[in-house]
C-alpha cells in the first residue's frame, strides 16, 4: 500500500456535519454558532444553564517524555485513544490546544495529530481556524498601542518608558523581532523606546483566556495585567489605561471553545493553546470543563513532556479549575527512548537495548512523578514504530512494571482508533479502581514564589537545587512584595531535557536550574521563572516547513505535513 501522509488522509475522509456531531452529545442547532459546514462555536454559557448540575465525567490526562527529534506522538494518541473509547461504545469528548502558525510553519509542523489519528478540518485547525489567535494577537497589540499613545499624549499615569514590560506580539516564528527600536521618526510618530514581540500563543492574554471561566472574569483577569512601572516604580495595569472592556470586545467570540471532530467522528474541542516551554501549555479550562459536562470521559493533553505539560496541568490548571484526572497516560516511543539514549536520529531504526536502556530514565522519572509526586494511576502507552524490536519492546514493558506502571502498545497512527483499544481497556481499569484521595499539588499556595521554583527544580526535574541571578531575587521581592507570594509558579524551560539545558538528555544527574528572570502574569495569575536561554519568540530553522506548504488552483493544500 503506497504510503499517505497526513493531509492526504485527512483530505480523503468524509467529514459529518458538525451539526451530527454536536447532536451526537446533545447540543442543538441553536446552541452551535457555525463556521462552514465542520466547524462551530459553543456559548460557555451552557456551563452555568443547561449543563449547571450535570456531573463532571472522568478526566483523562495524555503527557508525554521529554520530546526528541524521534518523535513521541502525545496528540496522536490523545486523538486515538478518544477514538479507541468511542469505539469501545463510550460517550467521550477529546480537547486540545489550537496549533500556532509558528511551529506550523517552522519545525514542528501542524498540531492536529497524524496518521488515522487526527482532527479535522486539519488544513482549517492548523492554519487560521476560527480566528481565535488573531483576535489575540489584536487585543494583546491594542493594549501595546494604548500604552504608547498615552506616553505620546501626554503621560499622565507617569509611565517609565524603560520599564514598560508589555510587548506586542506576532503568530509566527520571527526573531527579527525580538528586540526592536520604535517610535522613531520624529515627536509626530511617538516616544522612541526599545520594544519587542513575543509570539501570540507567549501573550499573557491568551493565558488569562485559556483560565477564565466566563467573559466578566476575563475582562476582570484582562485588567489586572500589569503593563510596566511609573517613575516612582509603581505597577501600571490594563485597567489603569481603561484597556481591558476594548480588549474584552475583541475576545468575546475567541472565548467560545470550537467543536470539530475526529476521523472516525469522535466529538473534539480545539480551544486556546499557550506555549508549554513559555506558558502554561493547556487548553482552556472552558473548553475541558464543556468535554466534562458533555462526554463520560474527557481526554486532554498538556504540553511537551510532564515535566512542563502535566506540572503546569496540576498546579496551574487544575489548581485554578478545581479538578483533577483519573488516569494520566504517559507517551513514548522506542525510538525517542533511544535517542535519549544517546543515538543518532540516522540510526534510530536498528536494534539497540544498551541505548535504550540508558534513555530509559527519562520515561521512568516522569513515571516517578505521576504516581509518586502526585499520586495519580498512570499507564505507559507505547507508540508503535513497525522497527520496533520485540526484545526493545520487552525491555520498556519490564522496567515499568518494575515501577508498578502498566504499559499498552498504541498503534492509533496505523489503525486509528482500532489501534488503541489495549490501550483504552487499561485506562478503564485504571478509572475503574482509581484512589484520588491521595493527589497532591507539587507544592502548596502558602509557599514563597522561590520556593516553589527550588520544590519544582529538585522534584519534578531531579535538580541539585536553583541558581536564581540577582536580577530575578530582586523581581521576586518585587512581586512578593505587590501582593502576589502565593500565586502557582510557571516554569519557561527548555522542553528538550529535564534541565535547563537541551543537550543533557535522559535523566541528567548533578544539575542545577538557573533562573535569570522572574515576571508577573497578574491577569493570568501566576509567576513566570524564565530559566536557561528559553525565547519568548522562536525563529525559523535554516530549512522552514513552509518552504513544502503549497496550494494548486483548486485551493487543495498540500505539504501541511
Known amino acids: 500500500m503506497a504510503f499517505k501522509s497526513d493531509i492526504e488522509i485527512a483530505q480523503a475522509t468524509t467529514m459529518a456535519p458538525i451539526g451530527q456531531i454536536a447532536a451526537s452529545i446533545g447540543l442543538t442547532e441553536d446552541e452551535l454558532e457555525y463556521y462552514g459546514k465542520y466547524k462551530a462555536k459553543v456559548d460557555?454559557?451552557?456551563l452555568k444553564t443547561k449543563y449547571k448540575d450535570t456531573p463532571n465525567g472522568k478526566l483523562i490526562l495524555v503527557t508525554a517524555i521529554n520530546p526528541t527529534p524521534a518523535g513521541e506522538g502525545k496528540t496522536t494518541t490523545t486523538v486515538g485513544l478518544g477514538d479507541a473509547l468511542h469505539r469501545l461504545g463510550k460517550k467521550v469528548v477529546i480537547a486540545l490546544r489550537e496549533p500556532s502558525l509558528g511551529p506550523v510553519f517552522g519545525v514542528k509542523g501542524g498540531a492536529a495529530g497524524g496518521g488515522y489519528a487526527q482532527v479535522v478540518p486539519m488544513e482549517d485547525i492548523n492554519l487560521h481556524f476560527t480566528g481565535d489567535f488573531h483576535a489575540i494577537g489584536a487585543a494583546n497589540n491594542l493594549l501595546a498601542a494604548m500604552i504608547d499613545n498615552h506616553i505620546y499624549q501626554g503621560?499622565?499615569?507617569?509611565?517609565?518608558?524603560?520599564?514598560i514590560t508589555w510587548r506586542r506580539c506576532v503568530d509566527m516564528n520571527d526573531r527579527q523581532l525580538r528586540f526592536i527600536t520604535d517610535g522613531l521618526?520624529?515627536?509626530?510618530?511617538?516616544?522612541?523606546?526599545?520594544?519587542?514581540?513575543?509570539i501570540t500563543v507567549a501573550s499573557e492574554v491568551m493565558a488569562a483566556l485559556c483560565l477564565s471561566s466566563d467573559i466578566l472574569d476575563l475582562k476582570a483577569r484582562l485588567g489586572r495585567i500589569i503593563i510596566g512601572y511609573t517613575y516612582s516604580g509603581q505597577a501600571v495595569t490594563a485597567h489603569d489605561l481603561k484597556a481591558e472592556g476594548a480588549m474584552t470586545a475583541l475576545l468575546k467570540d475567541a472565548l467560545k471553545p470550537n467543536l470539530v471532530q475526529t476521523l472516525e467522528k469522535t466529538p473534539a474541542f480545539i480551544h486556546g493553546g499557550p506555549f508549554a516551554?513559555?506558558?502554561?501549555?493547556?487548553?482552556?479550562?472552558?473548553?475541558?470543563?464543556?468535554?466534562?459536562?458533555?462526554?463520560?470521559?474527557?481526554?486532554?493533553?498538556a504540553g511537551f513532556g510532564a515535566d512542563l505539560g502535566a506540572e503546569k496541568f496540576l498546579d496551574i490548571?487544575?489548581?485554578?479549575?478545581?479538578?483533577?484526572?483519573?488516569?494520566?497516560v504517559?507517551?513514548?516511543?522506542?525510538?525517542?527512548?533511544?535517542?535519549?539514549?544517546?543515538?543518532?536520529?540516522?540510526?534510530?531504526?536498528?536494534?539497540?537495548?544498551?541505548?535504550?536502556?540508558?534513555g530509559l530514565p527519562n520515561l521512568l522519572k516522569h513515571i516517578e512523578n505521576v504516581t509518586k509526586v502526585w499520586n495519580l494511576p498512570a499507564v505507559v502507552a507505547i507508540n508503535a514504530f513497525p522497527t520496533d524490536t520485540q526484545k526493545e519492546l520487552e525491555l520498556v514493558e519490564q522496567k515499568c512494571r518494575e515501577m508498578g506502571v502498566h504499559v499498552a502498545l498504541s498503534q492509533v497512527w496505523a489503525k486509528g482508533g482500532e489501534g488503541g483499544e489495549e490501550l483504552a481497556r487499561e485506562v478503564l481499569k485504571l478509572i475503574d479502581t482509581a484512589d484520588l484521595s491521595h493527589f497532591q499539588f507539587t507544592y502548596p499556595d502558602e509557599m514563597g514564589i522561590a520556593e516553589k521554583i527550588e520544590t519544582i527544580a529538585k522534584t519534578i526535574y531531579g535538580a541539585d537545587g536553583v541558581d536564581i541571578l540577582p536580577a530575578a531575587k530582586k523581581q521576586i521581592k518585587q512581586i512578593e512584595e505587590m501582593g502576589f507570594a502565593h500565586v502557582p509558579v510557571c516554569m519557561a524551560k527548555t522542553q528538550y531535557s529535564l534541565s535547563d539545558d537541551q543537550k543533557k538528555k535522559g535523566r541528567p544527574q548533578g544539575f542545577k536550574i538557573t533562573v535569570r528572570n522572574v515576571k508577573i502574569s497578574a491577569g493570568a495569575g501566576f509567576a513566570v521563572a524564565l530559566t536557561g536561554d528559553i525565547m519568548t519568540l522562536p525563529g525559523l530553522p535554516k530549512v522552514p516547513a513552509a518552504e513544502h506548504i503549497d496550494v494548486d488552483e483548486a485551493g487543495k493544500i498540500s505539504g501541511l505535513f
Do not use: W
Not at 317 to 328: D, I, N, Q, T
Open 155 to 163: 503621560n499622565a499615569l507617569q509611565i517609565d518608558p524603560r520599564r
Open 44 to 46: 460557555y454559557n451552557l
Open 317 to 328: 490548571k487544575c489548581r485554578m479549575a478545581g479538578f483533577v484526572p483519573s488516569c494520566v
Open 277 to 301: 516551554n513559555i506558558a502554561h501549555g493547556c487548553n482552556s479550562i472552558t473548553a475541558t470543563r464543556m468535554a466534562l459536562k458533555l462526554g463520560d470521559y474527557a481526554v486532554t493533553e
Open 185 to 198: 521618526g520624529g515627536k509626530a510618530n511617538g516616544m522612541p523606546r526599545e520594544d519587542g514581540y513575543d
Open 330 to 358: 504517559i507517551v513514548a516511543t522506542v525510538r525517542a527512548l533511544k535517542s535519549h539514549g544517546g543515538v543518532d536520529k540516522a540510526n534510530l531504526n536498528e536494534e539497540n537495548l544498551e541505548a535504550l536502556e540508558k
